[in-house]
């Protein structure tokens, strides 16, 4: 069955510090993609890096870094130089095969950055 | 560009009301999801359409519910009648094409059945 898990229900980090959130998915599909979404307290969610299944190099996008280990079938989140308006929910989610963009996502991680 | 459009933002209703959400995706994109979030069940997939045709409504929870795209750039989610346990937040999301990786999402409507 595919699925998303994060096991880390909360998380801090100290202001200018990196942090990283915790992804790991199940799947039997040879081709797949990874995804990582921040939903601030305002309620929107906003797509912050993708990782595809057959992608050579982790994905990166400015202080976003995706660390992609697909033996051990991982896919973290690390955000560097933590700001105070990092603080929010942080999800996980997987493209299902098929060719089509359809995601299931995992349960979330709550990330609280302190001054 | 806009973005992804929805209303209402907030919306509260006594159970057994007929409750319309409304999107309207981003102009161009082909593709658009429904998605609910609670705190129970986290985001789920309800439905989706590519060209306005549903493409995969398995994730709708009952009868209770049904999503239309007259065209391409307008969708509703029903539910009638609505009940307590509808309450969450309904997003709508779209993107360029059925193979592209990238969905941008609604602000989302809250929903609260009484």
């Known amino acids: 069955a595919q699925k998303i898990t994060q096991t880390q229900p909360g998380m801090f980090v100290q202001e200018k510090e990196a942090v990283t959130l915790d992804c790991t998915y199940d799947?039997?599909?040879?081709?797949?993609?990874l995804f990582w979404y921040k939903q601030p307290s305002s309620g929107e969610m906003i797509f912050l890096i993708y990782?595809?299944?057959?992608?050579?190099q982790n994905a990166t996008e400015g202080r976003y870094s995706l660390n992609f280990q697909k033996a051990r079938k991982s896919a973290n989140l690390v955000i560097s130089a933590s700001q105070l308006g990092d603080s929010a929910m942080y999800f996980c989610a997987m493209r299902l095969s098929g060719g089509y963009n359809k995601l299931i996502f995992g349960a979330g991680t709550r990330l609280a950055v302190h001054p | 560009d806009a973005g992804v459009i929805q209303s209402p933002r907030h919306e509260v209703t006594e159970m057994g009301q007929e409750v319309t959400l409304r999107c309207k995706p981003i102009?161009?994109?082909?593709?658009l999801f429904w998605y609910r979030q609670t705190m129970m069940r986290g985001l789920e997939l309800l439905i989706y359409?590519?060209?306005?045709?549903?493409?995969?409504d398995s994730g709708m929870p009952e009868d209770r519910f049904s999503a239309k795209m007259p065209n391409a750039s307008f969708s509703t989610l029903k539910i009638q009648p609505s009940e307590p346990r509808d309450s969450a937040v309904y997003f709508c999301?779209?993107?360029?094409?059925?193979?592209?990786?990238?969905?941008?999402f609604g602000p989302g409507t809250r929903l609260t059945v009484t």
């Open positions: 102009s161009g994109h082909n593709s």
């Open positions: 990782q595809g299944s057959y992608d050579q």
């Open positions: 799947t039997s599909d040879p081709s797949y993609g």
């Open positions: 359409f590519n060209n306005n045709v549903p493409i995969d």
């Open positions: 999301a779209s993107s360029a094409d059925i193979s592209s990786y990238e969905q941008y």
